[in-house]
C-alpha cells in the first residue's frame, strides 16, 4: 500500500514528535534520574500517577532492551524518516525501495515492542508503588492500553508500505 500525501505529512509530524518523546520520555527507562532533566522526570512521575503506568515505574528488564533499541535503532531513523518525508516528493517516497524497507522494519519493531506491553497490561497490570500491588480494574487497564495503541497502530500501519 501506498502512502499518499497526507499519509506522509502524517507520519512526518509523528516523527518529529516522536524524536523527542523517546529522549526525554522514552528514555527514563534507562537513564539513571541523576542525568534526566527535572521536567521529563515531572511528566514521566505525573504520568505514572494518572495512569497507573507500572511499566514505567517498574522498569522491567525486557522493557530496558526495547528503549535500547529504540534508542539506538528507531532514534536515528525517526532522523532519517524526517529528512525523506521533508525533502521528498510523494512519488520519491512511495518508489524509494530503502526508505520503503527501513519504514517497515520501524514499523514491525515499534508495533510488536508496543503490543507486547500492552498484553502485559492487561495480563498483570497492577497499581505503582502500592504495596500490595493491588491489581488495576479493567476500566484502568483500558485507560492505560489507549495511551500505548498509537504507539501500535501508527507503526503498524507501515509494515504494509
Known amino acids: 500500500m501506498k502512502l499518499g500525501h497526507r499519509e506522509q505529512q502524517f507520519y ?3 516523527f518529529i514528535v516522536h524524536i523527542p518523546i523517546t529522549i526525554f520520555i522514552d528514555s527514563s527507562v534507562v537513564i539513571p534520574a541523576k542525568w534526566q532533566l527535572g521536567i521529563a522526570q515531572k511528566v514521566v512521575s ?3 500517577a494518572k495512569q497507573h503506568d507500572f511499566l514505567l515505574s ?3 528488564e ?4 526495547f528503549v535500547v533499541l529504540e534508542l539506538v535503532l528507531q532514534l536515528p531513523l525517526f532522523v532519517y524518516f524526517v529528512n525523506k518525508f521533508w525533502n521528498s516528493s510523494e512519488l520519491q517516497v512511495n518508489t524509494n525501495s530503502r526508505l520503503k524497507k527501513w519504514l517497515r ?3 514491525w519493531n515499534a508495533s510488536l515492542t508496543t503490543l507486547i506491553c500492552i498484553v502485559v497490561i492487561f495480563k498483570r497490570g497492577y497499581i505503582p508503588y502500592d504495596v500490595l500491588k493491588t491489581s ?4 484502568q487497564k483500558c485507560q492505560l492500553a489507549s ?4 504507539t501500535f497502530l501508527i507503526p503498524l500501519r507501515l509494515c504494509f508500505v
Do not use: N
Open 147 to 150: 495511551v500505548y495503541l498509537p
Open 12 to 14: 512526518l509530524w509523528y
Open 136 to 139: 488495576l480494574s479493567m476500566t
Open 62 to 65: 525486557w522493557l530496558y532492551w
Open 58 to 60: 517498574e522498569k522491567p
Open 105 to 107: 522494519i520501524y514499523g
Open 46 to 48: 505525573d504520568h505514572i
